[in-house]
């Protein structure tokens, strides 16, 4: 299996853009995470999905974040507007048990 | 709700020597406890997990760890660090939901 494949790997933006980072779990796998990282705050869990259904999104910093898993094999995290203090990197994984990680999309926004 | 905490933000060791790094988390129910390592530029990778059975559990490149439930404690030790080592280290816990929860971290600098 080839893991959780995320796109794109870097994102430079301008504030006020849309960003929509991409995720495709491995096979199989019923939950589906999306974690920020950051120097200051560490791992944030952002949302969960099981089944393609979100269960928690306690952890969406705020109404500018959105994400979406329309089928088993894609979810997609959106930030409208994007902000600086958005700069990050995002992790996707997937899993029922362990976590397996995606390589992260480096996010920038200037 | 459940949360982790890692004592050790930066810990700098010589080669060969021993390794212990803390984890202690906040939860009252059965929990799952994982480490996690992130190599420089990397995406984070699993050393090792406890859900049940043994309190002591080996994982990958001769980490292991051991769980305490009278301390709520989950402990990273390896006997001989590599400078391969260098990392940041992650405790997580898992408890009455499938929610991952991470700890800050732990630096860990191994200089040859």
């Known amino acids: 299996d080839a893991g959780v494949i995320q796109s794109p790997r870097h994102e430079v933006t301008e504030m006020g853009q849309e960003v929509t980072l991409r995720c495709k779990p491995i096979s199989g796998h019923d939950y589906l995470f999306w974690y920020r990282q950051t120097m200051m705050r560490g791992l944030e869990l952002l949302i969960y999905f099981n089944n393609n259904v979100p269960i928690d999104d306690s952890g969406m910093p705020e109404d500018r974040f959105s994400a979406k898993m329309p089928n088993a094999s894609f979810s997609t995290l959106k930030i409208q507007p994007s902000e600086p203090r958005d700069s990050a990197v995002y992790f996707c994984?997937?899993?029922?048990?362990?976590?397996?990680f995606g390589e992260g999309s480096r996010l920038t926004v200037l | 709700a459940q949360s982790v905490s890692q004592h050790n933000h930066h810990v700098i060791l010589s080669e060969a020597a021993s390794l212990e790094l803390g984890c202690n988390y906040s939860y009252g129910g059965t929990v799952n406890l994982f480490w996690y390592v992130q190599y420089p530029g990397q995406h984070l990778q699993l050393l090792l997990k406890?859900?049940?059975?043994?309190?002591l559990v080996k994982g990958i490149k001769g980490f292991e760890a051991e769980f305490i439930k009278s301390k709520f404690s989950f402990n990273l030790r390896k006997p001989s660090v590599q400078w391969s080592d260098t990392a940041e280290y992650f405790c997580a816990v898992k408890g009455g939901s499938y929610k991952l929860i991470f700890g800050s971290g732990t630096r860990l600098l191994v200089r040859p």
């Open positions: 406890y859900f049940s059975g043994d309190p």
């Open positions: 994984a997937s899993g029922d048990g362990e976590l397996f």
